[in-house]
């Protein structure tokens, strides 16, 4: 769809019409004046409109409706699109430890590990989360962010698809992932800022305290929900499987400390159905803002009338200076009396 933005400059289109109707015309100067040579033909720009050639006028009109549509701003619009006009600032922190790889979960009446586990209910829970920005942090020995915050989903499920167990070493920062995350929330203008931490250890790597790092959330304002995995002796029945879960180094009551000094919650789960109504859960207490604004990308089109009303006024300045059209007794009507007895080596008062 093609539209103007500026649509009342085209009140502008018949001002040269005005200016000629309601200007008085030039005064006729007597007395001596600068001549110069019939071949030049400016005589075309002081003559009357009547006197200039039809194609002149058309060309100068064509131009000056060309500049005022370029004034004018044309737009190309595309398809209007719905961005949310208020959200949450939502960072996954997602544990890839060594330990991530037991395969002491199931999908699908099949073993699998937690990370993969970890990998299809953070994608559900992300699809969901459609009017917030979201970004992922992978943590182990170290933390770093994979994405940062950002309304393309579909980039945020494809770097979650794609993470692996110890590819950022295989010991657990917890305190290191909780202060990466509070840096790049804080740099956000949003109040609403919230942290999913989801880990399946102890906090046995990094500078940074756990709860030293939750202070520094809680006065930066952002809310952590910490999902910890696994931790159940036993066996579980997988299909015609048993999966027997090994009892590892989580620290539940860490946890839910580092969510409460934030104002969150903690939770534990031991399968993927738990995990995912944990998710579900963080859907209810952080709520989408359901308010859209429509957005209509727009491509401006005013060089092309500018560009064809300056090639259409070079036309007419060619025009004017090759003397096209123009009466020849016009130009030859800076020739006085004068100039003749001067090119006939006469004196004008001798005739």
């Known amino acids: 769809m093609t539209t103007l933005a500026w649509p009342w400059v085209l009140v502008l289109l018949p001002l040269p019409l005005l200016l000629h109707w309601l200007l008085p015309p030039a005064r006729q100067l007597g007395g001596r004046a600068l001549r110069l040579p019939v071949r030049v033909a400016l005589a075309e720009l002081a003559g009357t409109p009547e006197r200039r050639p039809r194609r002149l006028r058309l060309l100068l009109a064509a131009a000056w409706c060309l500049l005022v549509l370029a004034a004018a701003r044309p737009q190309l619009l595309g398809e209007p699109a719905a961005l949310p006009m208020s959200g949450r600032d939502l960072v996954l922190a997602i544990d890839v430890s060594g330990s991530m790889e037991q395969m002491d979960f199931a999908l699908a009446g099949e073993p699998a590990s937690r990370l993969a586990v970890v990998k ?4 559900d829970f992300v699809e969901r989360r459609l009017q917030d920005r979201i970004g992922l942090i992978l943590f182990a020995s170290q933390p770093y962010v994979q994405t940062p915050l950002t309304y393309d989903h579909g980039a945020v499920a494809q770097m979650l698809e794609e993470a ?7 010991d657990t920062a917890i305190g290191d992932a909780i202060g990466l995350a509070v840096k790049r929330l ?3 203008p949003q109040e609403n800022r919230v942290l999913v931490l989801l880990t399946d250890g102890d906090n046995n ?5 756990p709860l030293q790092a939750a202070g520094l959330a809680a006065r930066a304002g952002v809310r952590i929900y910490c999902i910890g995995l696994g931790g159940r002796v036993g066996a579980a029945a997988a299909g015609g499987y048993r999966l027997r ?3 590892d180094d989580l620290n539940p009551a860490l946890l839910r400390a580092v969510a409460v000094a934030t104002g969150g919650q903690s939770f534990t789960v031991g399968d993927a159905r738990e995990l995912a109504e944990v998710y579900r859960t963080l859907d209810r207490l952080e709520p989408n803002v359901r308010q859209f604004q429509t957005y209509r990308p727009a491509r401006e089109l005013y ?3 500018a560009a064809a009303a300056l090639g259409m006024s070079l036309a007419a300045a060619l025009l004017i200076l090759r003397g096209g059209g123009a009466p020849r007794e016009a130009c030859a009507g800076g020739l006085d009396e004068s100039d003749a007895s001067r090119r006939a080596g006469k004196r004008p008062d001798a005739a």
């Open 120 to 123: 299809q209910v953070a994608r």
């Open 164 to 170: 692996m167990v110890g590819i950022a070493g295989r």
């Open 186 to 188: 804080r740099e956000q």
């Open 205 to 209: 790597a990094g500078r940074l305290g």
């Open 245 to 247: 879960r090994s009892a």
């Open 303 to 305: 060089p092309w009338p």
